[in-house]
């Protein structure tokens, strides 16, 4: 079966196409780099990008992937979470194209996708899983017995790890997104020199909050009078980032360790993250956990990982009509994830 994937939950415009459930066929994202100016992405601007990279595209993931039209057998599109506007611009386009081919159609989670980015990285993982959804959006903690069964063991109460990435960037004269600039600048730094707080660290407390810290730097700061340079700026970046990376890990960990679960995945765009990635990996080491990361273009919102969901929906037999809708939240979606 091949699958067409579509994202436009947010400032990317992805494309994908998948054999099988697991052959990636091709898979195109298009950035939207005007958002830069503003610090953080406008929902407007971002809508009317997508209705402008669509069709384009979607013709590139065709084309790569050596298919026409015609042969896609069906199609998923992001229809929850995400911004409202940019959701609309993929899914009245998946509508639209599947009515006209006449093939199945299937709204997906945006998250769920990020789940599934392991699946595509390492099919036989083993099950059952805690899985760290690191994005700018969203940070949880999310239990996975089988493909389609979760529960949510822990989540961020206030800012997610992106977001804190991207508002100390900005205090710091960053470009948006900065935590790629954040890690580059930062490397070799010393994560000790700033005593910067980790929240919430109780045992057995799994959910998150990244607004002290953020808080935190910006008094900092404050106290320093002065964006710092050089070697100092090197260790200031390298201990926010310990503080995130150190509160990410550790709860992770405690989570796969207190519910006997043998496995742990990543997912989301923080998952990118260097530091995030090799802490990661040497705690699971250290613990006997398996630690499953995916590539770093599985991590970003591509159109792969949402075919990959919309292939075991289409398989258990999940369909969707031309009534789908899109939604902000994933609470308020007529099939929560």
């Known amino acids: 079966m091949l699958v067409l994937g579509i994202d436009t939950s947010c400032d990317e415009t992805a494309a994908a196409v998948l054999s099988d459930g697991r052959t990636i066929l091709s898979s195109i994202v298009a950035s939207q780099a005007i958002h830069a100016q503003f610090g953080g992405v406008v929902p407007e601007y971002a809508s009317r990008a997508h209705m402008q990279l669509i069709v384009p595209i979607v013709t590139q993931a065709l084309e790569k992937a050596g298919i026409g039209y015609g042969q896609i057998d069906a199609i998923a599109v992001t229809n929850r979470p995400g911004l409202v506007g940019c959701l609309?611009?993929?899914?009245?386009?998946?509508?639209?194209?599947?009515?006209?081919?006449?093939?199945?159609?299937?709204?997906?989670?945006?998250?769920?996708?990020?789940?599934?980015?392991?699946?595509?990285?390492?099919?036989?993982?083993?099950?059952?899983?805690?899985?760290?959804i690191a994005s700018g959006g969203h940070t949880e903690l999310i239990r996975v017995d089988a493909w389609g069964e979760y529960e949510t063991l822990g989540r961020t109460r206030d800012d997610a790890a992106g977001e804190a990435f991207?508002?100390?960037?900005?205090?710091?004269?960053?470009?948006?997104?900065?935590?790629?600039e954040i890690e580059q600048k930062?490397?070799?730094g010393n994560p000790a020199a700033f005593a910067f707080p980790r929240a919430m660290m109780q045992r057995g407390n799994l959910d998150f909050s990244f607004s002290g810290l953020k808080t935190a730097v910006r008094y900092k700061l404050g106290d320093m009078g002065a964006v710092p340079r050089d070697d100092e700026l090197?260790?200031?970046?390298?201990?926010?980032?310990?503080?995130?990376?150190?509160?990410?890990?550790?709860?992770?960990?405690?989570?796969?360790?207190?519910?006997?679960?043998p496995t742990v995945m990543l997912g989301g765009g923080v998952a990118a993250n260097g530091a995030l990635r090799a802490h990661l990996a040497e705690e699971g080491a250290r613990l006997g956990v398996e630690v499953v990361i995916p590539p770093r273009e599985f991590c970003t919102d591509n159109g792969a990982i949402i075919a990959a969901v919309g292939n075991a929906l289409l398989t258990r037999g999940q369909r969707d009509g031309l009534e789908l809708g899109v939604s902000a939240s994933r609470e308020k979606a007529a099939r929560p994830f």
């Open 88 to 132: 609309l611009v993929g899914v009245s386009f998946a509508k639209a194209l599947a009515y006209s081919l006449d093939v199945p159609i299937v709204g997906v989670d945006h998250i769920e996708g990020h789940v599934f980015a392991s699946q595509l990285a390492q099919p036989d993982l083993r099950l059952p899983a805690v899985c760290l």
């Open 166 to 180: 991207d508002k100390v960037g900005k205090m710091l004269g960053m470009t948006y997104p900065a935590g790629p």
């Open 186 to 188: 930062g490397r070799g």
């Open 234 to 261: 090197r260790d200031f970046l390298a201990s926010f980032q310990a503080a995130v990376v150190e509160a990410l890990v550790t709860k992770t960990m405690w989570a796969a360790v207190e519910n006997g679960v």
